[in-house]
């Protein structure tokens, strides 16, 4: 259903600030796949989402979503098919709006009825059967302001917010990395409910590498711009963290490089 060929992007060309980000990087996912996604400072992870997103356009290569050629959509009609949730829980909700609201806002997204038409009862039933689900005990401060909730409470909200419309592609950017560890795992559980509720097919960052394992059918590493790993199936079930790091020295060349990968 995603099929990125070929692409690049180099930042800042020209400059002494030139970087390549993606250097001929191909992926290909299937209807329901669920990938995470690893690889050293500086790899390419957050430039892939962002490309798939088309946050910019890419230098060069295509971009597919459901044999669709998205290379040249604008962001704003990209994330029609797309959820996203990032690093920063401040960053996917409105502080000011009630619980309510925000979910009101996610589920008109694209819609011709906006928030000012007001929430009905049978919509806030909904929500709260909805927000149920998390078992964070937020069906009943539905109305609270979002800013009042605990990070980890807020990106569970987020999640919620990205996958309502059931979205092609969810891509999810270290999306528990500012988490303490308890919440983290809940907010990771949260994902895998949501993710096999509606079988989405899922793009995750991580720089845990026992996550990465756990989490998804597939796993990619990625160094210097392109997927030097893909492991799967059996394959992937059976992977300790020092395979992969042994994986990496061999496929790449070099030693792996992320400090808060190998710490955590
Ligand atoms: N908007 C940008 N402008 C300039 N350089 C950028 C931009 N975005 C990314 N880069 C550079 O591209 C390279 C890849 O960055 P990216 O954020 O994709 O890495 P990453 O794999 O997500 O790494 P990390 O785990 O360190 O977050 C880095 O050298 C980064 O500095």
Redesign the pocket.
Known sequence: MLKVSNIH?T??IGTI?E????NGLSLQLNEGDFVTVI????????????AIAG??EVDSGKIEIDNADVTKMPEHKRARFLGRVFQDPMMGTAATLGIDENLALASRRGKPRGLRSGITRKEREKYKELLKVLDLGLEDRITSKVGLLSGGQRQAVTLLMATLQKPRLLLL??HTAALDPKTAEKVLQTTNMMVEKDHLTTLM?T?NMHDAIANGNRLIM?NS?KVILDISGEEKKKLTVDDLLEKFAIASGEEFT?D??LLS
């Open positions: 992007k930042f800042n600030n970087k390549t980000a993606l690889g050293g400072n500086g790899a390419g992870k957050s430039t892939l989402l962002n946050v910019w950017d270290e960052i720089h990625l711009g992320s808060r990968a």
